[in-house]
């Protein structure tokens, strides 16, 4: 079975620093892989994706991730966090080999101070 | 594009009553439409995956009877929590999807059950 791990239940930063948050997987087949952010009381967000070629992913608002296959890992960044930015972040991984289904992790909270 | 929508966004209602959530994709047509349950600084779990014009695929421990699924077009699936109690209080979202990938997500609804 497919999962998705975020070990970090907050991270707290200062606003201009970066900002990084973490996630791993496990799929039996080849991911594909998202990052989706929500402000209270809202639906997700969609910030990026993997699914094939380069490692690194450019997605909205100056965020991207890189996918590591060797650490299954999947970890979201941005060099200058705003204040803005503080919010719930989720990872989430398909599998097609798992009935395709979208497996999100934990979610890990982002505060960042001004 | 691709903007799902959601209604009501809120509901309370008295123990003992039914609420539908009706889940429309505005501008595209979506095979598939997914929902999910989202309790306070919770993930999300998702409930069923519906397609149209045929039954909906309930996960384990979501009881069919309880959480009706119809997915009656391309663009309407609508959620009903059927003789609803406290312990149904939650923040529902769906999504839609018209490949094997990606996903769009509606603004949720929140309900409260008295």
Request: proline share 4%.
């Amino acid at each position: 079975a497919q999962s998705v791990a975020q070990p970090e239940d907050q991270v707290n930063v200062a606003e201009g620093n970066p900002l990084t948050v973490k996630c791993t997987y496990s799929v039996s087949g080849n991911p594909y892989l998202f990052w989706y952010v929500q402000y209270p009381n809202r639906g997700l967000q969609f910030l990026l994706k993997y699914i094939t070629g380069d490692n690194l992913v450019k997605g909205s608002y100056g965020f991207e991730a890189e996918f590591n296959k060797s650490q299954t890992s999947f970890h979201l960044k941005k060099p200058s966090a705003l204040v803005s930015d503080s919010a719930l972040y989720f990872c989430a991984v398909r599998d097609k080999a798992a009935g395709n289904k979208l497996t999100f992790g934990g979610g890990t909270r982002v505060l960042v101070k001004p | 594009g691709a903007v799902v929508s959601q209604h009501p966004s809120w509901v309370i209602c008295k123990s003992g009553t039914s609420v539908k959530i009706e889940c429309r994709s505005l501008d595209f047509q979506a095979t598939t439409m997914f929902w999910y349950r989202q309790f306070p600084k919770q993930s999300l779990m998702l409930m069923a995956t519906s397609n149209e014009g045929s039954k909906a695929t309930y996960e384990q421990g979501v009881e069919k009877d309880k959480f009706l699924i119809n997915h009656a077009s391309l663009t309407l699936s609508t959620l009903t929590v059927t003789s609803a109690h406290p312990e149904d209080s939650s923040f529902y979202i769906c999504s839609a999807g018209t490949d094997s990938i990606r996903e769009f997500f509606g603004p949720g609804t929140r309900l409260t059950v008295l």
